[in-house]
Structures are given as C-alpha cells and as structure tokens.
C-alpha cells in the first residue's frame, strides 16, 4: 500500500503562483512515476502533469502547458508542481497520482493507469 499526503493549495488570485507538493510513503518499492490530476464538482477528472521515475520524461495537459512545472525528489519521495500565471479556471481539487511502472520513463496520462490517489488539496483562484 502506498500513501500520499498533498499540501500547498489554498487562495489565490488570478495570475498569482502556487506550489503543490506530495508526499509518497509505504511500500514505493522501485520505480514509478507521480503526477496531477484535478477535478471540480460535476466533471470528470482531468489530467495536469506528469514525470517519470527518472525525471527525463513530463507530460502537460494542454491548458497548463507553459504555466506549470513538475519535478521530484526521489531520495524523499515526493513530486511537486509550480503552477504559475493562475487562472480562474484552474480553481479544482487537486489530487496527487502514483503508478508503478516497470521502466523508468514510463508514464500515465489517464486515470484508469492510476493506482494510487492522494485526498486532494483545493486549490482556488480568484478574480
């Protein structure tokens, strides 16, 4: 089993940055890759960002693109996202994904490659 804990998120306005951080703990075992995914009420969850185990390979959902960064820390185990120039529509929950992979660039893009989900932390921006 595999734990995740999200921090970082709260208010703020539009334009502004926030950081968003997730911790990994349990059984991480070897490889895999962590990312973002974000939801608000009514819609399906949505793809943000993505890295893989070795950090060479990200991937962005299409409206964040330019604005956010990933990275990770393997020695902690954890990933992080700077999101940058907010948006009003980026107000969601976020949640923090985990998947193990069997190579180091491996990926995951959709929810159903998922295997672990974070509890999620709100992020809201203001106009």
């Known amino acids: 089993q595999v734990r995740l804990v999200e921090s970082g998120g709260g208010l703020v306005q539009a334009g502004g940055s926030l950081r968003l951080s997730c911790a990994a703990s349990g059984r991480t075992l070897s490889s895999y890759a962590m990312g973002w995914f974000r939801q608000t009420p009514g819609k399906e969850r949505e793809f943000v960002a993505v890295?893989?185990?070795?950090?060479?390979?990200?991937d962005y959902g299409d409206s964040v693109k330019g604005r956010f960064t990933i990275s990770r820390d393997n020695v902690k185990n954890t990933v992080s996202l700077q999101m940058n120039s907010l948006k009003d529509d980026d107000t969601a929950l976020y949640y923090c994904?985990?998947?193990?992979?069997?190579?180091?660039?491996?990926?995951?893009?959709?929810?159903?490659?998922?295997?672990?989900w974070g509890q999620g932390t709100q992020v809201t921006v203001s106009s």
């Open positions: 890295i893989s185990w070795s950090g060479l390979r990200t």
């Open positions: 994904a985990f998947r193990r992979t069997t190579l180091a660039s491996q990926i995951m893009t959709e929810v159903t490659r998922v295997d672990y």
